[in-house]
């Protein structure tokens, strides 16, 4: 079992930055693809970034390419993501997730374990 938190969530103006932190207990994530994904009020919820077990892949969705950056240490057993340039349309709660296939991975259905989210809110 893997239990996942996230940290680093809250308010910021436009165009600043927030740095999002994932730790998890239980097991290393060394060995996990781990992804963060994102909802929006009234939205579904989507991905945003993913990093392979050795962190050697990312991916991004297309509306946080060059404002984002997903990272690992698997010593630690956290996944960071930088996201610079924030937008309003960036306002959600911001999940960690944790694959066991190892892989980087936009697929929903390969997560197995999630966080309980973090608040990231935008003004404009």
């Known amino acids: 079992q893997v239990q996942l938190v996230e940290s680093g969530g809250g308010l910021v103006q436009a165009g600043g930055s927030l740095r999002l932190s994932c730790a998890a207990s239980?097991?290393?994530?060394?060995?996990?693809?781990m992804g963060w994904f994102r909802q929006a009020p009234g939205k579904e919820r989507e991905f945003v970034a993913t990093?392979?077990?050795?962190?050697?892949?990312?991916y991004y969705v297309d509306s946080v390419k060059g404002r984002f950056t997903i990272s690992r240490d698997n010593a630690k057993s956290t996944v960071n993501l930088q996201m610079n340039s924030l937008k309003p349309q960036d306002t959600a709660v911001y999940y960690c997730?944790?694959?066991?296939?190892?892989?980087?991975?936009?697929?929903?259905?390969?997560?197995?374990?999630w966080g309980q989210g973090t608040q990231v809110t935008v003004s404009s």
């Open positions: 990093i392979s077990w050795s962190g050697g892949s990312t």
């Open positions: 997730a944790a694959s066991p296939f190892g892989r980087a991975t936009m697929t929903f259905r390969e997560y197995t374990y």
């Open positions: 239980g097991r290393t994530l060394s060995t996990y693809g």
